[in-house]
């Protein structure tokens, strides 16, 4: 058997549409099911600022500090992927950093969104 159960998306609070707003609704299948057609790897958002962000990207979360990391993010950039999506609690920032340097894809054509804790905002320094 490939892919989900019948029962995987159970407990899955689903997103019903993009446009007007965001409504969960219960049993609404596996991720992504409701999304419309025009949501893909490629379809952007537009930014207030006029600029477009992808809507989906690579995300590094417990991927370890190091080659793996690094390789991932590379193939990712490789394959046409312009966000990617890290922490510092992850721990792999430095590798992710690594990779986009490696990649040859210029800095202002990647989105990069991370989190910090609330300590960590620099806004006192």
Known sequence: HVGPSAD?????????????????????????????????????????DGRSMPLFGLGVYQSPPGKETENAVAWALQAGYRLIDTAALYRNETSVGAAMRRSGVSREDVFVTTKLWDDSHGYDE
């Open 8 to 48: 995987a998306g159970k407990a899955w609070m689903g997103v019903c549409r993009l446009s007007g707003g965001m409504e969960p609704r219960p049993d609404s299948g596996p991720p992504f099911a409701n999304f419309p057609a025009a949501a893909s790897a490629s379809a952007p958002i537009e930014l207030i």
